[in-house]
């Protein structure tokens, strides 16, 4: 083996382990946790119809759930019966406590769209597993303050968000949010509520930018291994003579490791 193998092999190395770093840590091209119920973020309340978060509310304020790009549960609805449901547990307690085989918590509550139905039960797209179809508009107005706030307390902590349940009603992913409920006398229904530690929404555009990134990444350090090359077989290295000699190793173009081809 000539003495440039083992060199040519680590930019190489480095480069697919910077990248897969980069698009783990942005979520893109990885799957959703399998074994056990994980928790894969953060589910966002939002304006209805937009990004933009919306951090507090009445009983009868709409709201939208937006996910994190790439929301997807283990398997899909139609080869292996996974479906999407949303959860409401007071704070402490996980939705994995609750079942959803019969299409509601078997404890506890959920979130209601806008027309009072429950949201879940619903199926995810059909062989990614992706989750579609949440309603455009929710509200907490099909829940009562005795509900919410039980024992009459001022205020309670809720943990509420989207699930994917398997096809025997387990949890095992879902995304979260904290919301504080508290007793308002004013409110048509009795309380108002917040989100707590809500940051902005992140958007498909998020997670190009973070693949544009890893991209020129790329790029770039393979443009400066092939110069590195360029360089060494001027200097007259024992492998080749020139740059596009017939050294015992071939000609230097023939050794410089192949640069990453990418679409789009």
Same mark, same amino acid.
């Given at each position: &083996? ?5 060199? &040519? ?22 799957? !959703? ?35 994190? !790009? ?10 292996? =019966? ?50 579609? =179809? ?17 024992? =009459? ?31 308002? !006398? ?25 693949? =544009? ?52």
């Amino acid at each position: &083996m000539s003495r440039t193998a083992a060199p &040519m092999r680590r930019p190489g190395v480095v480069t697919l382990g910077l990248v897969a770093g980069i698009l783990s840590l942005v979520g893109v091209g990885t799957c !959703p946790a399998v074994a056990g119920a994980a928790t894969e973020g953060a589910a966002y309340i939002t304006r209805v119809g937009a990004l933009t978060p919306l951090h507090s509310g009445g009983s009868a304020t709409p709201f939208g759930v937006a996910l994190p !790009p790439g929301a997807a549960c283990p398997g899909d609805s139609a080869h292996d =019966g996974y479906r999407v449901d949303s959860y409401l547990v007071p704070k402490g307690a996980s939705p994995t406590e609750a079942n959803y085989g019969t299409g509601i918590p078997s404890r506890w509550w959920g979130y209601f769209s806008s027309y009072g139905q429950y949201v879940g039960a619903a199926n995810t797209a059909e062989g990614t597993g992706a989750v579609i =179809g949440l309603p455009n508009s929710f509200t907490w107005t099909r829940l009562t303050a005795a509900e919410l706030l039980p024992g =009459g307390v001022h205020s309670a902590t809720w943990e509420g968000g989207i699930a994917c349940a398997d096809v025997h009603g387990k949890v095992t992913t879902f995304w979260n949010t904290e919301i504080v409920f508290t007793a308002d !006398p004013s409110d048509p229904g009795g309380f108002t509520w917040r989100v707590v530690h809500e940051g902005a929404v992140p958007s498909a555009s998020d997670s190009g930018l973070w693949v =544009g990134v890893a991209l020129l990444v790329v790029a770039s350090l393979s443009a400066a291994y092939a110069l590195h090359l360029r360089r060494r077989g001027r200097s007259g290295g024992s492998e080749s003579a020139t740059p596009d000699g017939d050294g015992d190793g071939g000609p230097v173009a023939a050794r410089r490791p192949a640069v990453p081809q990418h679409s789009g």
